[in-house]
C-alpha cells in the first residue's frame, strides 16, 4: 500500500517493502521515462520536473513522473515551489541488485546504438 499524502504538498510513495519488480520494469519500459531516470541518474542529484524538455503536453509529463513516483523509481519532493526527483538507487540497489545499473548500461548502448543520446 502506497503511504498516504499527509498534505496537498506530500507526494505519496511505495514503502521500499512494496516496491514491485514488475512495477519498476513497467515504468522504466517507456522510452520517455527510462530518458527521465537515465539523465536523473547520470546526474546523481534532484532535479526539478521543468528541467526535462520532453516532446509531450504538460498533463502527459506530469503522468510519467507519476508512474515513475508510483512504482518506487524515483521519489519526488517539494522544495519551494520546485517539485525536485531523484532516483531512489538505495531502495533499487537494495530490493533488486544490479537491476538499475543493468538497465541504463543497456539504454546508453542502445542509444549509442541507434544514434540517440
Do not use: W
Request: net charge neutral.
Amino acid at each position: 500500500m502506497t503511504s498516504p499524502a499527509v498534505s496537498s504538498r506530500d507526494l505519496p510513495h511505495p514503502a521500499r517493502e512494496e516496491i514491485r519488480l514488475e512495477g519498476v520494469l513497467h515504468a522504466l519500459s517507456d522510452p520517455l521515462r527510462l530518458h527521465i531516470v537515465r539523465e536523473l541518474a547520470t546526474v546523481g542529484d534532484e532535479l526539478s520536473c521543468s528541467h526535462f524538455d520532453l516532446p509531450v503536453t504538460k498533463s502527459t509529463t506530469t503522468h510519467h513522473f507519476r508512474v515513475l513516483r508510483e512504482s518506487g523509481v524515483i521519489r519526488q519532493i517539494y522544495r519551494g515551489t520546485a517539485k525536485m526527483n531523484g532516483v531512489r538507487r538505495d531502495d533499487l540497489d537494495d530490493l533488486f541488485p544490479g537491476l538499475l545499473d543493468a538497465l541504463l548500461d543497456a539504454a546508453a548502448r542502445q542509444a549509442v546504438r541507434l544514434g540517440g543520446a
